[in-house]
């Protein structure tokens, strides 16, 4: 892959507000990698494995999974726990991006392979900081391993 490539930021989270709140965000950061987001867990893996109403989509991994955990249809545990026992998919970045403060989500998220755990912050202006330095981090500065 060339490494000029921008690859995709793919948000997964089911609420509207949280979701445009991070996609502005992402924008204010001037992260150019295009954001698609897709509301459930159904939908992050129809996604990722291109098929479905994603059937058509470009090839390639996005940079990094912003994942939600409480959401309907499949929780991001059960998107992750997916991930991590793919081989094709286990190398993904998957941040978790939660508003719980449950140690046991925190725990369960490592102990299930995240990459990362960000709690969203109340307050909007430390939210956009922290979304904003995840993008950059993830999209910009992250290196990761060719694929095989």
């Given at each position: 892959?060339?490494?000029?490539?921008?690859?995709?930021?793919?948000?997964?989270?089911?609420?509207?507000?949280?979701?445009?709140?991070?996609?502005?965000?992402?924008?204010?950061?001037?992260?150019?990698?295009?954001?698609v987001?897709?509301?459930?867990?159904?939908?992050?893996?129809?996604?990722?494995?291109?098929r479905?109403?994603?059937?058509?989509?470009?090839?390639g991994?996005?940079?990094?999974?912003?994942?939600?955990?409480?959401?309907?249809?499949?929780?991001?545990?059960?998107?992750l726990?997916?991930?991590r026992?793919?081989?094709?998919?286990?190398?993904?970045?998957?941040?978790?991006?939660?508003?719980?403060?449950?140690?046991?989500?925190?725990?369960?998220?490592?102990?299930?392979g995240?990459?990362?755990?960000?709690?969203?912050?109340?307050?909007?202006?430390?939210f956009?900081?922290?979304?904003?330095t995840?993008?950059?981090?993830?999209a910009?500065?992250?290196?990761a391993?060719?694929?095989?």
């Open positions: 892959m060339n490494k000029k490539e921008l690859r995709t930021v793919l948000l997964v989270e089911d609420s509207v507000a949280d979701a445009e709140m991070t996609m502005d965000a992402l924008t204010e950061a001037h992260l150019a990698n295009p954001v987001h897709v509301e459930d867990g159904v939908e992050c893996l129809d996604y990722l494995y291109g479905g109403a994603w059937a058509s989509r470009d090839p991994d996005p940079a990094v999974v912003l994942l939600d955990i409480k959401m309907p249809r499949m929780n991001g545990f059960d998107v726990t997916q991930l026992a793919d081989e094709r998919m286990r190398r993904i970045p998957v941040v978790i991006l939660s508003s719980s403060h449950e140690e046991s989500d925190l725990a369960r998220s490592w102990d299930l995240a990459n990362a755990y960000v709690i969203k912050p109340v307050d909007v202006d430390q956009f900081e922290a979304v904003r995840l993008g950059q981090f993830w910009v500065l992250n290196e391993p060719e694929a095989e």
